[in-house]
């Protein structure tokens, strides 16, 4: 625990309350990112014989949560290298992991092409081609909303490859890779995303995890794994933060003569909340410990972590500002931010209403 305290109290002194500039920006000092990159923050849980922390997931969990109490957007980009870092550790040969890894835990940036403008949770209508040519391979499609590509060194893309599939590390300013970021996002407005359009783009074939021709399903249920849990992990820091800032304002505040806290119904928002942080942590707490143990559960655990993180952590945050009122509206202030990006978490890596789907099908072929 004298390790996590050491990196969350580093977070608080590199992010302090500059976040909500950030928001406002739209923009996260690429400074700031290569060096949390370097320490190895990024992706926490890659071990330490490959530059990284050797973090649990609860270690790692507890590390996103800080983060996402703190800024988003900056949890987003700590979202994407992780699930890059993941891709390589359970699909790269030992040269690859060796080679990649390194760079992920010494400061360059990754960002991971999922879904198309035809494709979502729809694996079947990826068009993405990644098509063999020589020594070579040719990336050919189009990535939208790649989260952090607008800072990234490195684009991680899941295409078809063959009748199979693969994932591909792409250098962002190979020749044929545009990145064309989107203008004014609702949430996590500083996490840099962007469409990314390839044409034609040439990588050595090296470049191919594990030589490619993995099952599409299985590519995308481990990125989507580690993605949602570090979401589900980051909406409980959304949470922390919301109460954090409910209480303070419902103790300060006073209206008719005694504090805001003492009416009886801002005094049961305050109890929703503080309800919704300890429901959220212990549901990660408990994916954690079943994806730490290794127990084929994993998958399941963090569909539900993900979806109970990212209901709670949209419904918080609208009782937040409803508590605040117009002392929280202003932008940039941590309840507008979380308004707005705890709605996006219900949306990405899988929306509510899929997620309610994979674990009503957990429970039918269970029952």
Known sequence: MGE???????LDELVGDRAGDWDVAGELPVDLLRKLGAMGILCAEVPVKFG????????????????????????SVMTSQGIAATAVRRFGDRAQRQHYLAE????????????????????????????PDGGSVVVTGEKRWVTGS?????????GRHGDDAAAVMVPADAPGVRVEPVPAPMGCRAAGHARVVLDDVL????AVLGGGRQPLSLLFTTALSYGRMSIAWGCAGIVRACLRAAAAHAREREQSGKPLGEHQLV???????????????????????????????QAVAAVLAKQVGATHAARAAATAVQVLASWGA???????????????MEVIEGSNEISRLVLARHVLDNA
């Open 4 to 10: 996590l305290l050491a990196e969350l109290t580093f």
């Open 52 to 75: 990284g922390l050797g973090a649990s997931s609860l270690r790692n969990g507890e590390l996103t949560a800080h983060t996402g109490a703190l800024c988003s957007s900056l949890r």
């Open 104 to 131: 992920l835990t010494g400061g360059r940036l990754a960002a991971v092409g999922f879904s198309e403008p035809g494709a979502g949770s729809d694996l079947a209508a990826m068009t993405t081609r990644i098509r």
């Open 150 to 158: 607008r800072y990234a060194d490195l684009l991680l893309i899941l």
């Open 203 to 206: 990588v050595p074939a090296e």
């Open 267 to 297: 005094a049961g928002h305050l109890a929703d909340l503080y309800t919704a942080e300890q429901i959220v942590t212990q549901v990660c707490r408990h994916a954690s410990a079943v994806q730490d143990a290794g127990s084929p559960e």
């Open 330 to 344: 202003g932008d940039g202030h941590v309840v507008a931010r979380a308004y707005r990006d705890a709605k996006l």
